[in-house]
């Protein structure tokens, strides 16, 4: 096992389109599935996500990512906001029945994963969540901590939750890596000094995560 004092020794990692398909994949056959317009979807997702108004009351999608709110509540929530931007009534009661359950592991990206663990790198998950409907069945082969954003009352960005994956890594923020595929999260990780990689594929992934943790890798 790699003990040096110095370099990388956790991994801080995103559950939903890092150690799974991009989440375009599930929330495209659900757009399909329920005949909603995509634009009008990512459009009130945008507006509600990261770029609102600091001081402004917290939106829909904020509260059920903190667990404030019931995956029921938002489903009712959004289906008024679609319906109001369409005209088209919507489900207000299991809308997104099945959706991230229909995630698909990324099986490469989870062997990367599980490996470095069994070499002895600290692995922490750190994901946002709608009502936490996971396929956790790998879940206590490929981490030491879980940290699931509405069980625990913060989401990314919010500086806290990023203290909280600090403090359960049990290292400082410069012997942490922290891997996302959304950009919001990585900017934020890096304004508190962890070094944050950007997921697109596990073709791009792989190398730099091997470059960072080499002492585990060269075992």
């Given at each position: 096992m790699a003990n040096d004092s110095s370099g990388f020794h956790c991994l801080i990692i995103d559950w939903g389109g890092v150690l799974t398909e991009p989440t375009g994949g599930p929330v495209g056959r659900w757009l399909s599935k329920q005949g909603v317009d995509r634009e009008v979807f990512h459009a009130v997702l945008s507006e509600w996500g990261d770029d609102v108004d600091p001081t402004a009351p917290p939106t829909p999608l904020q509260l059920i990512e903190r667990g404030q709110i019931t995956i029921e509540e938002f489903e009712v929530l959004i289906?008024?906001?679609?319906?109001?931007?369409?005209?088209?009534?919507?489900?207000?009661?299991?809308?997104?029945?099945?959706?991230?359950?229909?995630?698909?592991?990324?099986?490469?990206?989870?062997?990367?994963?599980?490996?470095?663990?069994?070499?002895?790198?600290?692995?922490?998950?750190?994901?946002?969540?709608?009502?936490?409907?996971?396929?956790?069945?790998?879940?206590?082969?490929?981490?030491?901590e879980v940290i699931v954003s509405g069980e625990v009352g913060?989401?990314?960005?919010?500086?806290?939750?990023?203290?909280?994956?600090?403090?359960?890594?049990?290292?400082?923020?410069?012997?942490?890596?922290?891997?996302?595929?959304?950009?919001?999260?990585?900017?934020k990780a890096r304004s508190l000094g962890i070094t944050s990689v950007h997921h697109r594929d596990f073709v791009s992934t792989e190398p730099e995560i091997k470059r960072l943790f080499s002492p585990y890798f060269r075992q």
């Open positions: 289906s008024l906001e679609l319906t109001r931007r369409t005209g088209i009534d919507y489900p207000q009661q299991g809308l997104f029945d099945g959706m991230w359950l229909s995630l698909e592991h990324d099986y490469a990206m989870q062997d990367l994963v599980r490996q470095m663990r069994q070499s002895g790198v600290r692995v922490v998950l750190l994901s946002n969540s709608w009502g936490n409907p996971y396929k956790r069945e790998s879940w206590s082969e490929l981490f030491d913060m989401r990314k960005p919010d500086i806290e939750i990023y203290g909280l994956a600090l403090e359960r890594a049990g290292h400082p923020a410069e012997a942490c890596v922290f891997l996302d595929d959304m950009l919001v999260n990585i900017e």
